[in-house]
C-alpha cells in the first residue's frame, strides 16, 4: 500500500541556517509527489511538485526537492531559513488508484531559533 | 491562482446538531475533496466529488455525508455532530494534479 513517512516530527533550526526536512515514500511506480506548508491556523499551501524530468525541483520561498528513486525519498531543503519560515511542512505522494488524490505524511513542525 | 474559500473559520456546535460546512472554488475545477486534520495523524479523505452530484467515499467517511449541486461548490454535512468531529475540516480542488485548499475551518463540538 502507498504511504508517505516523515521521521520527525519537530525540528529546530538557526536563522540564517540550512534546513532539511526528510521524506519517505512507498510506491508502486513513477510517484507523483509534493511539499505543502502550513501556517498556524491555516490551510496548506503547495511548495513545489515533481512528477517526472529533472530530479531537482524548484519551489517557491526559495525552497527545492531531490526526489531520488533509489532510496525513495523526496527530500526538502533551503540553504539559509528565516524566522517565516516557521510552519508545519507535509510531503504528500499522488495516489496510484486516482490520479487526483493524494497521501500526506504526518508532517514535520519547524521552529525557528532566532 | 487558485482561489478556494471556506464560509466560516470557526464553528461551535453542540453535540446532535446538524452541521454543514461549505466550500467554493473559483477555477471551474472538477474534483473537489474534505479532509480533516488531527495532530499527529496528517490529512485524513472524508470524501471526494469529481463532478457534479458525483461523490466517492475517502477513507473515513463514516458519520459525514456531502453535497455538489453546483461545480464550484462542494458542501459538508455532518448529520448529528459529536465530540469526537472536533477538527480542523480542509476543502481542496485539483489543479494540475496538485491540489490547492482553503483556509480551514476549525469546528468544536461540545
Known amino acids: 500500500a502507498q504511504s508517505v513517512t516523515q521521521p520527525d516530527i519537530h525540528i529546530t533550526v538557526s536563522e540564517g541556517a540550512s534546513l532539511e526536512l526528510r521524506c519517505n515514500y512507498s510506491?508502486?511506480?513513477?510517484?507523483?509527489l509534493f511539499w505543502y506548508v502550513q501556517s498556524p491556523g491555516q490551510g496548506l499551501q503547495l511548495l513545489l511538485k515533481?512528477?517526472?524530468?529533472?530530479?531537482l525541483v524548484q519551489g517557491i520561498k526559495g525552497f527545492e526537492a531531490e526526489f531520488k528513486r533509489s532510496q525513495s525519498s523526496f527530500n526538502l531543503r533551503k540553504p539559509s531559513v528565516h524566522w517565516s519560515d516557521a510552519a508545519e511542512y507535509f510531503c504528500?505522494?499522488?495516489?496510484?488508484?486516482?490520479?487526483?488524490?493524494?497521501?500526506f505524511g504526518s508532517g514535520t513542525r519547524l521552529s525557528i531559533r532566532p | 491562482d487558485v482561489k478556494v474559500t471556506q464560509s466560516s473559520r470557526y464553528l461551535v456546535k453542540r453535540t446532535g446538531e446538524k452541521v454543514f460546512l461549505e466550500c467554493v472554488q473559483d477555477?471551474?475545477?472538477?474534483?473537489m475533496f474534505w479532509y480533516r486534520q488531527d495532530p499527529g495523524l496528517g490529512l485524513r479523505l472524508i470524501y471526494f466529488?469529481?463532478?457534479?452530484?458525483?461523490?466517492e467515499k475517502g477513507d473515513i467517511p463514516e458519520g459525514y455525508s456531502v453535497s455538489r449541486e453546483k461545480k464550484e461548490r462542494f458542501s459538508l454535512i455532518l448529520e448529528s455532530a459529536s465530540t469526537n468531529q472536533t477538527s480542523m475540516y480542509l476543502c481542496?480542488?485539483?489543479?494540475?494534479?496538485?491540489?490547492?485548499f482553503g483556509p480551514g475551518t476549525r469546528l468544536l463540538v461540545l
Open positions: 504528500a505522494v499522488g495516489r496510484e488508484s486516482s490520479a487526483s488524490k493524494i497521501i
Open positions: 510506491y508502486g511506480a513513477t510517484p507523483y
Open positions: 515533481y512528477f517526472s524530468g529533472d530530479t
Open positions: 477555477m471551474d475545477h472538477e474534483n
Open positions: 466529488s469529481y463532478d457534479v452530484k458525483m461523490k
Open positions: 481542496a480542488t485539483t489543479g494540475g494534479r496538485a491540489q490547492y
